[in-house]
Structures are given as structure tokens and as C-alpha cells.
């Protein structure tokens, strides 16, 4: 039997707005626990939650920017569970009229395709519950410790529909979904802090046809290499329990990230009851069309397009895709120097390789905090064009532009780094060569076309290496065919 | 139809009769409720509650006999739509830690302390 | 010596004639006497209201007034935060909690310069008809102290009626000022829902509360209600726009009023015969004053009672949710933090909020949503849809506030579904939004108030306060409660 995996993703953004979602305490400094706090986010009795303007804006910027559609009057309800770092014991969060619904996102990498976007809706995050003594784990806890500094935050959730069938095709969209998130500028979308967090919902079943299999919900996987290494981990734990005729129990599951295995928490005694109906303290939302074009007028250029604009313009597609997902100062760079007049192919050559590569060198995360600028690339590329850079010199430019000693043509300069590219000052140069070595020229002229080798490296150490080795190798078999 | 009413008032208003809606029988697993609600009662309180819960609901229930085909329902009084407030900080509100971690019934350090989760929600 | 009434006092005190800190001594004195008897508060904070007297009065003598309230002392439910004054909400699981922040309406309050007498007795959560539900003991009535002041303001409502303060806050879920003030001969409003931001009211049903004035005249209501109501950004249902000023249309009588009796409210069958009279002579007497009446059908506020019965537990089960022993209030430990909760909440509630909370537990519950809330909530618009079409034809409806005077302690204890009975005329008005009025308009047969109500569409509270005020004069009804300094109170209990 071929089984199929049917995964789909459930992925929680925190919005970097300066304020939380129904309050006015700071959304985003790290602070002395519970310092950022009042009545409202603490739960105290007799507050009341005001909707933050921005986090509405920003939600349907990811709701458009997935192509969603956006809904006229969305409605914000209580979903009722208790939970110790839930301050109200009820998430406001919304049910049957989510902001935006019915979009999807294009997915790269090795199998690509389209991915369904069932909802996008706004909610707030929980305070953070420590658990204290036993390993850490919740499971043998002694107690836990709560901060409420996060309580609030605004959180957007968005719910794939049960599109992807492979692990690597989670982890793609994920990352697409953290480059799209991060081009809209709405949140910081770091995973390791948890800005950005996905949960995975994998079933199995024995063939494309077949009905759904029983689902799982994987937690806590807190970068892109587990979240593939988790949801491979239960396709084949699913897998192998129905291949031994054995049952999958819907239930709650975590990553165990050193164990490298999932690993199933009390099984819930059916599903939950959230008992939703609409929160009562706050007001409909009415979004217009003019609401609506307005935010759809203030997107920026989206990941894929970039991708392909890049692409149109020369650049290998590997590459395009390397400058979308890279830091935003390297496509920065690239685009400027393109600008200033650079070949776009070689352009992203150099911004994938040899400037990423000096940065790592240099242990220097963003290139806008070097001397590296998209004129000083196009500098660079420009001196190489002409010749008057060897590809050892350039990356010797590079690296001291990099360091902030000027611009490229500056730095060849300081550092003596410039090729003799001048066919008279050369062709001098190797008459004098030719008449310190007639032997080797003569049997050059027999026809010993490896001598020109050992000629152009005689020119190279008389101008000690600024020659152009090229230029040289020409003039030398060209003086050598014509007798 | 608009009866308009000359003194005296008294006994002159019609005296309706109450319309009789069917009484609904309803099924209440009071357990799985108090377990939702967060309510550790005892068997013999949860026999007093679930009793009195379906007295009052097979009551209430008769509204379900009401044709309510077409009605939108009311969730707020007034037709207010988008009430929002800016995004900016306002410190006024915020509480120092002190009032904050005051009320608690155990705290340690700054923070609120209590027993165990069971499990992760 | 009487108390003055808000009007009165604020006039005196401006010319010179009393003081607020004999004001205040007034108010203790009364306290002193009568509180023991009544128990209607649960914090009586004697010295800030003698340090607020004092400050007031060298206010006065330094030629500052800072507002219409300056140096008067107001009572308030004790489900309106005050910042470190104790607030409990009648519940033991608040029992010692003290707020850091005080409510929109608190702080209103004080800006307008009135002074806190103190935090008055109501049922715990504001869920119940006669203030028995208090977990620190039943208020009793002024007028009878066998009975019932009414609730769940029933604490408010007999504070002002004692004397013991001269007016007061309370909060209206579905009578909850209307009828401890019906039961209590005071005059007691629920404003508009949204007119009076709901900032620092611990919440039972959200789309239902409404605070709002309790006091001995309707001037006095109009006062109160002109300094808390105000658009209030923290409360997003707040209504933003500005309204026609609550006290515009005093004194101008009943001429041209059309005055609407609904069949279902004025005869329901439940209403005392001493109630329905009252209301009539008085239905009468607007007629006589000018006023136009005439009989109009709601036939779905026969099921207001279920409706509201249904929305408010459900609203409830959510709104009390928090009180779960981690940040504040009581706590009951356990092994487990589920443990801790459940029982903390199984004792810190009392028996009415447990079983309101296990109702609407139940009802938004999976499978009965849309059966019980989902059906409740589309039965309050046709409730709003009768009410709608009943204004196109009147100004204002009336009806007796409570079918019912003051009851004995105890009589409704063991039956909720005829405890709930008693909110039956006033739930219309919470499940529309609209405002309603109690004004106090004479005796039964057992020297027990009986009240009128005035209902007017949403934002109508100067056409209401003008048929109100009108009603007021006709009655021309004494409120002050008979007390013989010898004896104490009328009643049973001493």
C-alpha cells in the first residue's frame, strides 16, 4: 500500500505593533516580568478590551498579500478554556467571521505548488507559563511560574487547508510564509523567540483517494529543520502504526527536539469545547472597500514577484530565490548596483557569493552596517569589466570596502591593486621577456604552445602580478604567429 | 387596533393569556459541565445543580418553539460599528509591580506562582 | 433632622447654609443608627469621607468648585472598583480584594468632587432580586425590615432610603437598580446601554449592565447621571456621540405625551393587586396632566424572561472565568492547577452564581449553542422589533417596575424560577438597551412602596426624565422612610 501523509499548518504571528491588541502597555520591549501590565491584559475584574486599529490594518495585509478575501464585518469572539497564563480564562480570538478568508500561497523548492489558505484571523497571545523543578517538561512540574508581560500581544493565526503532503513541502511553506510575513513588515517573525510559531496537523491514509485519516497535532517546533524533522517523524510514526494494523488516537503531540521523536501528552478526553459565541464588550468591525484598497495599495513588492522580477531580469532562479529569502540589505545591495548600471547576473553572482561569503568571514550579520554600498559594488564589478581588477584583487577590493576604507576604486588604488591592462605598456613589457628568454620564444614559435604558460608568468613577475595575465597570454601568442 | 383609553384606566387593559409554548425536555451531563466550567462540587451538589439547571431550562427552552426564521440575532444594543483606539502606548493604565503581584494569593520573585499544569492546552 | 436631597445640598452648600463635613456627620449619624438593622454596606470608609468633607469645605471657603458633586457624599454597589478601598461584588471568592484602579464612573465621581460614603451590600455578582445572595449577609428593607430591598443594588437602594447616603450607584443586568428602588419608594434609572461607560463594573452580562443613579428625585437622577455619562475610551460599547442633555426637558410636563401601556406589562397576570390599581390611578392621572395613553401589544416580551435567562448565564460563565485563584482573590490549593481553580471557584462562588454559571455553561455548549444562545439572541431582536414598532405609535411605555412590593426575607429563596419572576417588567428594557425609569409613587396596603416605570427608545433619557419628573410631581410621594428614633425601623428584625 502507498500511504499519503495530508498535512496541514497552523501558524500564530506576532504583530510588532507599538501597543498590545486590547490595550495600551508596550507590545513589544523585553521588560522585568510583569511590568507591562494592567487591568486589561491582567484580567482584572471590571476591564475592558479597546481593538488596536493597526493590528486590524496589518492583518489584512497578510490576508490580501495571501490573496485572501476580506470579510465586510468580521467578529471577534471569546473562546472559553482555562488555562493558568490565560488571564480572563476566555482568548479573544475570532470563530465563524475571521478577518480574512479563502486565499493561498505559492510554494518553490523541490515540489512546488499551491498552497490553500482556509483563514487568517486576529486574536491575542497568552502570558508565559515557566515550569518550574522535575526536567523542565510540564509532565513533573512542582509548579509554574507566570508572566504576563506577553498576555496581549497581538497574535495572527493562519490556518492552511490540508494541502501539503510531504515534510518538505512544510517547511518550504513555512519559510515562504516568514518571507512574505517579514516583506510586509507587520512582525519580527523570528522563530527562535517565538514571534512566529507553527503547529502541524498530520494524518495519514492509504492513498490519494482514500478518506482521512485520524489527525494529530504536532506542538513546539521552534525552527524550520524541526519542524520538517517533526512532521517527518510522525508521518512515519503514523505510517508504521497502520501498516501494523494498529490505530492513530487524535490527539495533542510535541517535539522533542533532543529526543528527535514526538511525544503524546494526556490524551483529551474527546475535542475541546471552546463554547464560542461573540465577545459581548467589543463592538462589530466594519471593513469598507475603501478600508480594504487602501491596505491593498500600501503592499509592497510580495517575495514571489520579487522572485520573478529578479528572474526577468537574468538571474539564475537559484539565485533569485537565495536574494529574496537572504538578509534584506543583500537584495538591497543587489538592486542598487543593478541601478548603477551593473549586470543583474553577475551582480547576484557576487551578492550570493563572494559578499556573503567576506560577511561571514568577517562575522558581520548585515551589510548595511558596512562601508558596502550598491555604488561601490557597481564599482567593483565595473573595474573587473574593464580588466583592471584580477578576481583575487576584487575580492581583496571587497574586503576593504567592506572594512570602510572607501569605495572600490579607492581601495584598488590604496592597495595597489590594479591590472596592467594597457596593451602598449604591456607589449614593452614583453619584448623585454621574449629577449631575456629567446629559447623558449623560438620553440613557442615551433609550436610549444604550453611555453606561452611559462612566458606570461616571466611578464607577471617583472610587474610584479599586476599585469593582466589575459591580455598578456594574447599578445604573446599573437607576437609568437606573427613571424 | 390602537385602543385608546378614556379614565378609568384600571381593569380596562386586555389581560393576556401567556402564550403556551411547548415545554422541551433537555439532557444535561452536569458533571462534564461543572468539569468545563472549573467547578469541583460534590455528587450531591451536582445532583441539587443538575436538577435545578433542567428545571430552569425546560422553562427557557419553550423559546425555541419561536419562529425565528429570517431574524438576525442582537449581540450589542447599539448599531456601533469599529471602535478602536490608536496604536500607542499609553502608560497611564499600566500598573507598577508592586499592584500588580499585591493581590496574588503566592507569588515568587516577580512572578505569580501556581501548581502544576496537567497538560498543555 | 432629614437628609437633603443632592439638588438641596449642592444649593447649601454653595450658599453657606450646611457644610459638607455636617453633611457627612449627618450621613454617619444615620448609619449609626440604622445600619446594624439594615446592612447595606459592606465598606463604610468613615474617614476618607471625613477627610473628603474637610477638603471640600476649605474648597467652598477658598472659593473652588471643582463640580456640581463637590462635597457630597454618594454611595456605591460594590461592583464598581475603587482604588484601594476593598471591592468584592458580594462574592467571598473577592473577599479582601482590593483593586488598583478605579472605575470610569468612580473617577467621574470624584473629578465632579463627590465624596465615597462607602461600598453598599449587593446579591454576589449582581445576580439576584433581593440581595440575599450576598455572601456577607442579606440587606434588609427601611421600610419593613422583614423584607427585601430588592436586587441585586439592593444594598443602594436602601443606603439612600435610610438616609445613609445621599444618592447612589448601582448596576441594571434586568431590574437591578429599578427594582430594590421600586421595593425601596426611591428613584432608581438604567440609562441607555452605552451611555455610561462600563470601565471598572465587574462584569455579569456584558451586553446587558448598564450603571446608573440611585437617589430620592429625579433632579437628583439627572445630576448623577450628567457627571458619569460621557463617551469613555476604555470601553469600546461606550456610546462616542454626543446626546441631547438628560435634564433638557424638565418641567415640561405631560402636554402631547403619548403614553404607551403595553397589555403583556401592565396587566401581567403575576401583579399585585395594590400594584395594578396604583399603576392605573397613576396611567390616569397623566391623561388628566395631558398625556395621551393607549394600549399597545408586545407579544414578545412574553419571552423576554427566557431570552434573558439564557443570555445573561452565558455571558456570565464567561465574565467569571477569571476568578480562578491565580492573580487575585480567593484560592483553594490542589495538586494541580485545574485542581487549584476548580475548587477554589466551587468555594468561592455561592450557590445563585454557580448554578447561572452552570446554565450558561450548558447553554453555549457544544451541540445546544444555537438551540439555547443562538435562539435567545434572535428572540431579544424581536423584543427590539416589538419594542420599535410600539414607538411609532408612543412616546414613552409605562408599567409598575415589579409586579410585585417588597417580599419577605427568605420567600423566593428555595424557588429561582419565582425569584426570577421579579425581573420580568424590567428585562425588556435590558434586552433592547433602551433607559427606564423607577419613580416611587405611593403604598400597598402593607405600607410597602410601590414603583412606576417609564420606558423611553435608546437615547431617549430627556423625554424619559421629563415624563419621570412629571410622574414624580403627580404622586407627590413622600420617600422618606418612617423612623421613630425610639424604635429604630419598622420590622421584625432589630
Known amino acids: 500500500m502507498s500511504w499519503e501523509a495530508v498535512i496541514g499548518l497552523e501558524t500564530h504571528v506576532e504583530l510588532s505593533t507599538e501597543s498590545k491588541m486590547f490595550c495600551g502597555c508596550p507590545a513589544r520591549f523585553e521588560s522585568e516580568p510583569n511590568t507591562n501590565v494592567c487591568p486589561v491584559c491582567l484580567g482584572l475584574p471590571g476591564a475592558l478590551p479597546v481593538p488596536n486599529r493597526e493590528a486590524i490594518n496589518r492583518i489584512m495585509r497578510i490576508g490580501l498579500a495571501l490573496n485572501c478575501s476580506i470579510t465586510r464585518q468580521p467578529v471577534f469572539h471569546r473562546k472559553n478554556y482555562f488555562y493558568a497564563d490565560l488571564p480572563k480564562n476566555y482568548q479573544i480570538s475570532q470563530f465563524d467571521l475571521p478577518v480574512c478568508v479563502d486565499g493561498f500561497l505559492e510554494v518553490g523548492g523541490t515540489d512546488p505548488g499551491r498552497v490553500g489558505i482556509e483563514r487568517v484571523h486576529q486574536e491575542e497571545d497568552t502570558g508565559k507559563s515557566t515550569h518550574m523543578g522535575g526536567d523542565g517538561r510540564i509532565s513533573g512540574a512542582e509548579y509554574s511560574l507566570l508572566d504576563f508581560n506577553r498576555s496581549g500581544v497581538p497574535l495572527v493565526e493562519i490556518v492552511t487547508r490540508p494541502d501539503l503532503r510531504s515534510a518538505a513541502q512544510a517547511r518550504a511553506y513555512g519559510q515562504e510564509l516568514k518571507l512574505l510575513v517579514e516583506a510586509l513588515g507587520v512582525s519580527d517573525a523570528r522563530l527562535e523567540e517565538g514571534s512566529i510559531r507553527f503547529d502541524a496537523n498530520v494524518s495519514v491514509r492509504s492513498g490519494p483517494e482514500a478518506p482521512l485519516g485520524t489527525k494529530v497535532e504536532i506542538k513546539n517546533m521552534n525552527s524550520f529543520r524541526s519542524l520538517e524533522r517533526a512532521v517527518t517523524y510522525e508521518i512515519g510514526r503514523q505510517t508504521h502504526l497502520l501498516s501494523q494494523e494498529g490505530t492513530v488516537v487524535m490527539e495533542t503531540r510535541h517535539w522533542d527536539e533532543e529526543a528527535g521523536a514526538t511525544r503524546g501528552g494526556r490524551v483529551k478526553e474527546g475535542s475541546s469545547d471552546y463554547r464560542y459565541f461573540p465577545d459581548p464588550d467589543l463592538v462589530p468591525m466594519e471593513i469598507d472597500p475603501a478600508w480594504e484598497s487602501h491596505i491593498r495599495a500600501s503592499l509592497p513588492e510580495l517575495p514571489a514577484a520579487r522572485r520573478t522580477r529578479y528572474e526577468q531580469m537574468g538571474v539564475d532562479p537559484t539565485m533569485a530565490a537565495t536574494l529574496v529569502a537572504g538578509e534584506s540589505g543583500l537584495a538591497g545591495l543587489f538592486e542598487e548596483a543593478v541601478n548603477l548600471g551593473a549586470g543583474p547576473s553577475q551582480a547576484a553572482n557576487w551578492v550570493t557569493g563572494e559578499v556573503v561569503a567576506a560577511l561571514r568571514k568577517a562575522s558581520i550579520n548585515s551589510v548595511t552596517e558596512t562601508g558596502l554600498t550598491g555604488s561601490a559594488l557597481a564599482e567593483l564589478l565595473e573595474m573587473i569589466g574593464q580588466g583592471k581588477l584580477s578576481g583575487s584583487a576584487a575580492r581583496e577590493v571587497l574586503t576593504g570596502v567592506i572594512a570602510g576604507e572607501g569605495g572600490s576604486g579607492q581601495v584598488a588604488a590604496a592597495r595597489d591593486l590594479i591590472q596592467i591592462s594597457d596593451t602598449e605598456m604591456l607589449a614593452e613589457v614583453i619584448e623585454e621577456v621574449l629577449a631575456a628568454h629567446p629559447d623558449e620564444f623560438s620553440r613557442l614559435q615551433g609550436g610549444e604552445q604550453k611555453l606561452v604558460g611559462f612566458l606570461v608568468g616571466q611578464v607577471m613577475r617583472r610587474t610584479r602580478g599586476k599585469a593582466d595575465p589575459k591580455l598578456a597570454g594574447a599578445l604573446i601568442a599573437e607576437r609568437s604567429s606573427a613571424r | ?121 | 433632622m432629614s437628609i437633603p436631597s443632592i439638588v438641596e445640598a449642592a444649593r447649601a452648600l454653595r450658599e453657606g447654609s450646611i457644610t459638607s463635613v455636617g453633611l457627612a456627620r449627618q450621613v454617619l449619624y444615620r448609619i449609626a443608627m440604622v445600619e446594624a438593622q439594615l446592612h447595606a454596606f459592606l465598606t463604610v470608609d468613615t474617614d476618607g469621607l471625613m477627610a473628603g468633607a474637610e477638603e471640600a469645605d476649605q474648597a467652598f471657603a477658598e472659593g473652588r468648585d471643582i463640580g456640581p458633586l463637590q462635597g457630597i457624599p454618594i454611595a456605591l454597589k460594590d461592583n464598581l472598583t475603587t482604588r484601594n478601598l476593598e471591592t468584592t461584588a458580594g462574592s467571598k471568592i473577592l473577599s479582601g480584594y482590593v483593586p488598583p484602579y478605579d472605575a470610569t464612573v468612580v473617577k467621574r465621581l470624584r473629578q465632579a468632587g463627590a465624596l465615597i460614603v462607602g461600598k453598599t451590600n449587593l446579591d454576589e455578582f449582581a445576580m439576584g432580586s433581593s440581595t440575599e445572595n450576598s455572601a456577607f449577609g442579606p440587606t434588609r428593607n427601611p421600610w419593613n425590615t422583614d423584607r427585601v430591598p430588592g436586587g441585586s443594588s439592593g444594598g443602594s437602594a436602601a443606603a439612600v432610603a435610610a438616609g445613609m447616603s445621599l444618592g447612589g450607584l448601582g448596576s441594571d443586568t434586568g431590574g437591578s437598580i429599578r427594582q430594590p428602588a421600586s421595593l425601596c419608594g426611591v428613584v432608581g434609572v438604567k440609562p441607555t446601554y452605552g451611555t455610561v461607560s462600563r470601565y471598572g463594573l465587574i462584569a455579569f452580562a456584558s451586553s446587558l449592565d448598564q450603571i446608573g443613579p440611585i437617589t430620592h428625585t429625579v433632579a437628583d437622577a439627572v445630576l448623577l447621571l450628567e457627571v458619569i455619562g460621557a463617551p469613555d475610551p476604555l470601553d469600546s460599547t461606550s456610546y462616542p456621540h454626543e446626546m441631547e442633555p438628560v435634564g433638557a426637558r424638565l418641567g415640561r410636563g405631560l402636554e402631547g405625551i403619548r403614553v404607551g401601556v403595553a397589555s403583556q406589562l401592565g396587566g401581567a397576570e403575576a401583579v399585585e393587586p395594590d400594584v395594578e390599581a396604583a399603576f392605573f390611578q397613576m396611567v390616569s392621572a397623566m391623561e388628566r396632566a395631558g398625556a395621551t395613553t393607549l394600549e399597545v401589544d408586545l407579544p414578545s416580551t412574553e419571552q423576554g424572561l427566557s431570552a434573558y435567562y439564557l443570555i445573561a448565564p452565558a455571558e456570565c460563565s464567561a465574565n467569571l472565568a477569571r476568578f480562578d485563584g491565580v492573580r487575585y482573590g480567593l484560592r483553594v490549593n490542589g495538586d494541580t492547577t485545574e485542581q487549584m481553580m476548580s475548587r477554589s471557584r466551587a468555594d468561592g462562588f455561592g450557590p445563585e452564581v454557580t448554578r447561572r454559571v452552570l446554565l450558561g455553561t450548558f447553554a453555549l455548549s457544544a451541540g445546544y449553542h444555537e438551540a439555547f444562545y443562538g435562539q435567545a439572541q434572535k428572540v431579544r431582536t424581536l423584543i427590539r422589533e416589538d419594542l420599535a414598532r410600539a414607538y411609532r405609535q408612543c412616546d414613552v411605555l409605562v408599567s409598575p417596575t415589579s409586579p410585585t412590593t417588597a417580599f419577605r426575607l427568605g420567600d423566593r429563596t428555595d424557588n429561582p424560577l419565582a425569584m426570577y419572576m421579579s425581573d420580568v417588567l424590567t428585562i425588556p428594557s435590558n434586552l433592547a438597551g433602551h433607559p427606564a425609569a423607577n419613580i416611587p409613587i405611593g403604598l400597598d396596603r402593607h405600607d410597602l412602596p410601590i414603583g412606576f416605570q417609564v420606558m423611553a427608545p435608546a437615547l431617549e433619557e430627556a423625554l424619559m426624565f421629563q415624563v419621570a419628573s412629571a410622574v414624580e410631581e403627580l404622586a407627590g410621594f413622600d420617600t422618606t422612610v418612617p423612623f421613630d428614633p425610639s424604635h429604630g425601623l419598622r420590622g421584625g428584625v432589630r
Request: a negative charge; glycine letters at 4%; aromatic letters at 6%.
Open chain 2, 1 to 121: 387596533m390602537w385602543t385608546v383609553f378614556c379614565e378609568p384606566w384600571a381593569g380596562r387593559v386586555t389581560k393576556q393569556t401567556p402564550v403556551n409554548l411547548p415545554s422541551v425536555s433537555v439532557e444535561i451531563d452536569i458533571a462534564h459541565v461543572a468539569r468545563l466550567a472549573r467547578l469541583d462540587l460534590s455528587e450531591e451538589d451536582l445532583d441539587t445543580y443538575g436538577r435545578q439547571c433542567q428545571e430552569l431550562l425546560e422553562h427557557v427552552a419553550r423559546i425555541q418553539a419561536i419562529d425565528t426564521t429570517g431574524i438576525s440575532s442582537t449581540s450589542h444594543p447599539l448599531p456601533l460599528t469599529n471602535r478602536f483606539r490608536e496604536d500607542e502606548v499609553t502608560t497611564e493604565s499600566g500598573l507598577g509591580r508592586q499592584d500588580v503581584l499585591d493581590q496574588a494569593p503566592d507569588t515568587e520573585g516577580p512572578y505569580f506562582r501556581v501548581p502544576p499544569a496537567l497538560e498543555e492546552d
